[in-house]
């Protein structure tokens, strides 16, 4: 089998399926969201060369129901042995009809979230290592306790838009120097636009990250390739545009931001959307953000993690109590935004 790493990097989105289950009724991705899964992707292979991986799943497959998780088996609609193939009890199978999936990952084994975003990909080679690699990967995606929710919030949090290694770097490059302390949008008695410090309102250490450093097209690249479809899914809005990148530390010297909306004054009303990257999580106490005209829950996505909401959202970021949060910060707007931002900026130059 291939040993080749796939195009797709853990945080990507899988490409569409869709085709034929054993029984011969339709299938595709959209019947897989709602749960992780481990896909053993055949491809064009014949049943032989995955015989053997997929009955070391189907051995495990009580672990893997214990983690709300479902094994399957990809293979290309068509590929030899595969009409006529038994599969193992516990394993789905499908017929896949669109080469999307096996041209970007090759012969292997996948672990998705339920959004089918890929969570890691698996040399299938060793079967007994893939299923113990598998389970390891199920044990640390985020699977929050259904409950009732009565009053939630309108927020979007999209785990692993970027990956530990970038996190650590964008921590390296804030601690590297550059930071300063935080300000606030505000105005003067004029009502021209300024920016001001304001301790007790906010307090935090904000360093702009420099449109010429690789950090900074790295972190768009993200932004715009895997967030942005994801926010056009929520909420119908196709973002094109951001105002500023920050790498910010809220720490245990009091680091907070009370009750604010981020697009109330008029020079920031284009702000449509604002984004929230935990650069790390389990340093820290405290730090969580809320959304007081909802409810008091505490959001505090996993390291790499965006929480998206409304820029016009009351919402606040609860004191530090102990260590350093360091968080990626910037605010998406869509053309039409743009468009309005640009006639308020030709209406105050020309003023």
């Known amino acids: 089998m291939s040993d080749n790493r796939p195009g797709l990097r853990p945080g990507d989105k899988l490409p569409f399926c869709y085709g034929m289950d054993s ?17 053993i992707c055949a491809g064009a292979e014949p049943p032989s060369a995955v015989a053997a991986l997929a009955e070391a799943f189907s051995i495990h497959s009580g672990a893997f129901v214990r ?56 040399d299938g080679r060793d079967a007994e290592a893939a299923v113990d690699a598998a389970l390891a990967v199920l044990e640390r995606i985020a699977n929050e306790p259904a409950r009732e929710i009565t009053a939630p919030a309108p927020v ?7 990956d530990a290694e970038a996190c650590g770097r964008l921590i390296d490059r804030f601690e590297a120097g550059g930071h ?3 300000e606030m949008a505000s105005v003067d008695a004029d009502g021209a636009a300024i920016s001001r410090v304001d301790a007790a309102k906010k307090h935090r250490r904000d360093l702009a990250l420099d449109p010429a450093e690789p950090l900074h097209a790295e972190v768009v690249a993200a932004l715009s390739g895997r967030l942005a479809p994801e926010i056009a899914k929520a909420f119908q809005v196709q973002v094109a545009h951001l105002d500023r990148l920050l790498i910010a530390r809220y720490d245990d010297t009091g680091g907070f931001f009370r009750r604010h909306r981020d697009n109330s ?7 449509e959307f604002a984004v929230s990257v935990n650069l790390n999580t389990g340093d820290y106490t405290g730090g969580e953000l809320l959304f007081p005209e909802y409810n008091d829950h505490r959001h505090n996505p996993p390291a790499g993690g965006a929480l998206v909401f409304s820029a016009s959202l009351l919402h606040e970021a609860a004191p530090v109590r102990r260590g350093s949060r360091y968080v990626l910060l910037t605010f998406l707007h869509s ?9 308020a900026l030709g209406r105050t130059e020309n003023a």
């Open 23 to 39: 029984s011969q009724r339709y299938w595709s991705f959209e019947d897989q969201a709602g749960a992780p899964s481990v896909l």
């Open 156 to 162: 979007l949090v999209v785990p692993r838009l970027l």
């Open 67 to 122: 983690l709300g998780a479902e094994v399957r088996l990809l293979a290309k609609a068509g590929a030899p042995g595969w009409a006529t193939a038994c599969k193992p009890a516990d394993v789905e199978l499908a017929h896949v009809m669109t080469p999307d999936l096996f041209d970007a990952c090759g012969v292997a084994v996948l672990v998705a979230d339920r959004a089918m975003r890929l969570a890691a990909w698996i």
């Open 180 to 182: 300063v302390e935080g």
């Open 335 to 343: 053309d039409a935004a743009e468009g309005r931002r640009q006639a």
């Open 265 to 271: 004054s008029a020079h920031l009303a284009y702000r």
